[in-house]
């Protein structure tokens, strides 16, 4: 599959560094040693596919361009709209052009993630009473500093996004309605601290930071049978999954863990994903962006107007 990256900024790096030799060229209107300046610049007979790694206003613009020209696209989260139609006009265009149209939700691919879903289908912890998870990052300076990041919801898109789509992945959709339970700007213009919750079943509860100093994943995972949990991601590592077994009528459970140390394996798999896609001519995740879309826009206007509900 001959690629473009589209975007030189630390996520089109990453990319180009896991294309290889699929990558033909390089777009970047602000840096000196992209091929081109302009992704119409480039031939549309030398690539397949674009990797498109570039602040949130101009996505949905440059996935119509690509994808009306029969480009498959893999393009970092989150794919946020306005309003879904722009992107169900998407979903649309993608099918009509037989191209794939996917988000890049790497955390999917993360093992202890992957092993967290296997163990909740399994029906090992009985019934889902709640689901907590933590984001954290240490980022609140540098997203201050940038000339895009720092603006209306802030973490709420950049990091909720991840968490909207791991619950999605573990359990579907939520029977309840999401609410904003805390929306904080310690630092920033932009909210750097954010609280929200479903009281579904299961419960969730997502909390997200760019004000945890030390880079940090925690999830826990309680059912009426017993609980998991997991301690970090493995580019932060260790990264560690417990599982708990529950004792009757009460007592210290038995547990069993499993430790990983070892560099981050998500971006290779996300990528040798897609390739799969562009070649068997599945269908990419705009359900799944339409979805969080909608979370995310709501969300967004309640803790903007300063209402949780």
């Known amino acids: 599959m001959r690629a473009i990256v589209v975007g030189l900024g630390i996520q089109g790096r990453k990319r180009l560094s896991i294309a290889g030799s699929d990558a033909v060229a390089t777009v970047d209107p602000m840096v000196a040693d992209a091929r081109f300046r302009k992704v119409e610049e480039v031939p549309l007979g030398d690539y397949d596919a674009a990797l498109v790694c570039v602040p949130d206003a101009p996505k949905i613009a440059l996935l119509t361009y690509l994808l009306g020209h029969g480009k498959h696209v893999l393009v970092e989260k989150p794919l946020i709209a306005p309003d879904r139609s722009a992107l169900e006009g998407l979903a649309s265009l993608a099918a009509s052009k037989r191209a794939v149209c996917y988000t890049a939700y790497n955390h999917r691919f993360e093992p202890h993630f992957v092993r967290m879903k296997e163990t909740i289908e399994s029906g090992a912890l009985g019934r889902i009473y709640l689901c907590r998870m933590f984001y954290g990052n240490g980022t609140a300076r540098d997203v201050r500093n940038s000339p895009w990041r720092d603006k209306e919801a802030g973490v709420l898109p950049d990091l909720g996004s991840h968490l909207l ?34 009281r579904g079943a299961p419960v969730v509860e997502l909390e997200m ?64 994903h897609f390739k799969r896609l562009c070649e068997t001519g599945a269908r990419g995740n705009i359900a799944t962006d339409i979805v969080i879309n909608d979370h995310l826009s709501d969300l967004a206007k309640r803790a903007l107007a300063g209402t949780g509900r």
């Open 165 to 198: 789509d791991t619950v999605l992945f573990w359990f579907g959709r939520l029977d309840a309605p999401l609410e904003i339970w805390s929306a904080d700007r310690f630092e920033n213009r932009a909210f750097d601290h954010i609280t929200i919750g479903a």
């Open 209 to 272: 930071s760019l004000l945890s100093w030390r880079n940090h994943f925690t999830c826990d995972v309680y059912g009426e049978a017993g609980s998991a949990h997991i301690e970090s991601l493995c580019k932060w590592g260790p990264s560690i999954f417990t599982r708990r077994s529950r004792v009757l009528p009460s007592g210290r459970p038995p547990e069993e863990a499993v430790t990983l140390v070892q560099a981050d394996p998500t971006w290779a798999l996300e990528y040798a």
